[in-house]
């Protein structure tokens, strides 16, 4: 049957740091359709996971209902995972991340399942600061359901068989920074040099981090008139910069002008390619970076790239002040403490 993949694979495939291939990330074959934007969403969480050398069996993957939601079964096929219920994915990851805080948690979610159904939920999780990456597979659309307009779609925004869309869209990246996300970034499905080093940063971030991903349904909602479409995209799309990820190494120095680029040669053999933005941009600044968004939005524009970042957050675990311990790991005796404890314990609330 030509949907189940091959099993063999060239015996000189590149290895990363623990010995892995990029086969060992790869999942199901994917059955979307031909061209679908969740699909090369797929092809980069693949290629973040394989450079940062994971461990498959240490990822929880989790998600919701909707075209989005089905992308798991198609990555990281050694790893963890939990297709949820529609708008729910928040309170799986919370709990699994509340139970053991050693997976590395990655939700994927759309923007039905998140801007609609799901929006109570993603309120509480990023107030929570759940250490995760939170992805919405963001299509404008629902396409599982023949193509309506979903609560992000874009005002005056036209899907292939409807009229133009006349409300105002829900913009998660907005709502992240209102709501005090910890990381905020947005990304283009049709832009892997972009989005790969964003995904392995908001994977290494601790707190939640949220990865809004434009991704063209290119059966509903690639036409002329929408804004969701890969046209669209690249004809409005504004970086805030190049940008990539490196662990802590020798310290390299460069110096160049603010508006140009220049290529580093990194410790493992990679090239990190840096563009410097204008002077009074600072991503980790959340004023600057509501800002930002209100004046591309203006102009017609689409922000892509890391828009904000806390390096100094608290995430879930933190705030509650739980042990290191991963909470499954806990024995009995663990808790249940003796009524000498248990009598200080008391004590300590009065």
């Known amino acids: 049957m030509s949907y189940i993949k091959p099993k063999f694979r060239h015996p000189k495939l590149k290895a990363n740091a623990i010995g892995c291939t990029k086969a060992d990330y790869e999942g199901a074959m ?3 359709c031909a061209g679908c934007g969740h699909d090369s969403i797929t092809a980069s969480i693949i290629k973040a996971c394989y450079e940062l050398a ?5 990822v929880l993957k989790i998600s919701g209902i909707g075209c989005s939601s089905k992308t798991p079964a198609y990555f990281l096929g050694k790893s963890h995972g939990f297709n949820s219920v529609h708008g729910r994915m928040p309170s799986i990851a919370t709990g699994a991340n509340a139970s053991n805080r050693d997976l590395v948690c990655i939700g994927v979610s759309g923007d039905g399942d998140t801007a609609s159904i799901g929006m ?6 990023v107030r929570r600061d759940i250490d995760m990456l939170y992805i919405v597979a963001n299509n404008g659309c629902y396409g599982l359901t023949k193509g309506q307009d979903s609560a992000t779609a874009d005002k005056g925004s036209k899907t292939k068989k409807g009229e133009p869309n006349p409300y105002p869209p829900i913009n998660l990246v907005n709502i992240a920074l209102e709501l005090g996300a910890t990381f905020v970034a947005r990304g283009f499905a049709g832009d892997k040099e972009q989005l790969v080093p964003l995904i392995k940063a908001a994977i290494e971030h601790k707190g939640f981090a949220l990865l809004d991903i434009i991704s063209p349904c290119v ?12 046209q669209f995209m690249r004809e409005h799309s504004e970086l805030t910069g190049k940008i990539d990820l490196i662990h802590e190494e020798e310290e390299i120095n460069v ?4 508006g140009s680029s220049i290529e580093v040669e990194m ?3 990679y090239t990190l ?3 410097k933005l204008h002077d009074n941009y600072d991503p980790t600044n959340r004023e600057d970076a509501n800002d930002i968004i209100r004046k591309t939005e203006s102009e017609g524009k689409i922000l892509t790239g890391l828009i904000y970042i806390n390096h100094d957050c608290c995430d879930f675990h933190n705030i509650n002040n739980t042990i290191d311990t991963p909470l499954y790991k806990l024995q009995e005796d663990d808790l249940c403490p003796n009524s000498k404890i ?3 314990i008391n004590k300590s609330f009065k």
């Not at 109570?120 to 999780?125: N, R, S, T, Y």
């Not at 909602?221 to 479409?229: A, D, H, L, P, R």
């Open 30 to 32: 994917s059955t979307l």
């Open 54 to 58: 994971i461990e498959p069996h240490k």
């Open 120 to 125: 109570g939920q993603f309120a509480h999780i």
């Open 219 to 230: 059966t509903f909602n690639n036409n002329e008139g929408s804004t969701k479409s890969y």
């Open 255 to 258: 110096s160049y002008d603010a």
């Open 267 to 269: 410790h493992d053999g």
């Open 273 to 275: 390619h840096l563009q």
């Open 342 to 344: 248990l009598e200080e």
